[in-house]
């Protein structure tokens, strides 16, 4: 209450009755200045679900393989094939949720653990069952995030390395004779360094968009994806 004439009695209004057409900096903001029109965490969750789905309609090996051989169909391999687009995706996110600095050290290892596995079987060292052991680490990677385990650093690393192994395995041999060219190498290590680190990065933004069920709803789908894939449904 105030005593003096045409001071304002309550928020708003003046003695005399009249509403005032100034705005307190108490006063709550109208609706269209508040965050009424900013997307809440459900929201945000379904455009992170959308956007996971979508990625699922990304070309399969066979646009993969007509891509021109050298650089170019070495980084398509990471970027155009469920498997390994999903299965690095997934390393790097899970990687991101270990912390303590296994994000960089465990990419780096993947990384050239991946490539000499690569060398390796184009030089003639094959191993068997390597795609379902590929297939069924994203079944592994999606179930530790979807469960948000993280593990001591060394279990990380040595996930980590047997992970990026089998995905050089596997992309050393799905391009077939564009893998002669000495291009690939380099374009395979620059694709699953480009899908890793939006691994990475995906991460942060899964926990903006919708905190920690956000990732674990993507690791969930990653998981799915992989089952899907170990009974030849994709």
């Given amino acids: 209450?105030?005593?003096?004439r045409g001071q304002c009695l309550w928020p708003g209004r003046t003695q005399s009755g009249g509403t005032r057409h100034t705005l307190d900096r108490t006063d709550p903001l109208p609706p269209s200045r508040t965050g009424l029109l900013q997307p809440g965490p459900p929201m945000r969750l379904s455009i992170a679900l959308i956007a996971m789905l979508a990625m699922m309609l990304v070309p399969g090996p066979v646009l993969a393989a007509s891509v021109p051989p050298g650089f170019s169909s070495g980084l398509a391999g990471p970027v155009?094939?469920?498997v390994h687009l999903f299965g690095l995706l997934g390393?790097?996110?899970w990687l991101d949720m270990q912390g303590r600095g296994t994000p960089?050290?465990?990419?780096g290892l993947a990384l050239v653990v991946g490539v000499l596995a690569g060398l390796l079987t184009r030089a003639g060292l094959h191993l068997p069952y390597t795609g379902l052991a590929l297939e069924a680490s994203l079944l592994l990677l999606g179930g530790l995030l979807a469960a948000t385990l993280t593990l001591p650093t060394l279990v990380g690393l040595v996930i980590a390395g047997i992970v990026g192994a089998l995905?050089?395995?596997s992309l050393s041999q799905w391009g077939g004779p564009v893998t002669r060219n000495a291009l690939f190498w380099p374009g395979m290590?620059?694709?699953c360094v480009l899908v890793m680190s939006s691994g990475v990065g995906l991460s942060a933004t899964l926990y903006q968009l919708g905190g920690g069920k956000a990732s674990r709803v993507a690791g969930a789908l990653?998981?799915?994806l992989g089952v899907l894939m170990l009974v030849n449904i994709l």
Wanted: hydrophobic share 55%; glycine share 26%; aromatic share 4%.
């Fill in 104 to 107: 960089g050290a465990g990419a």
């Fill in 189 to 191: 290590l620059a694709g």
């Fill in 167 to 169: 995905h050089g395995i």
């Fill in 1 to 4: 209450m105030a005593t003096g």
């Fill in 91 to 93: 390393l790097g996110l």
């Fill in 80 to 82: 155009l094939t469920y």
């Fill in 222 to 224: 990653i998981a799915v």
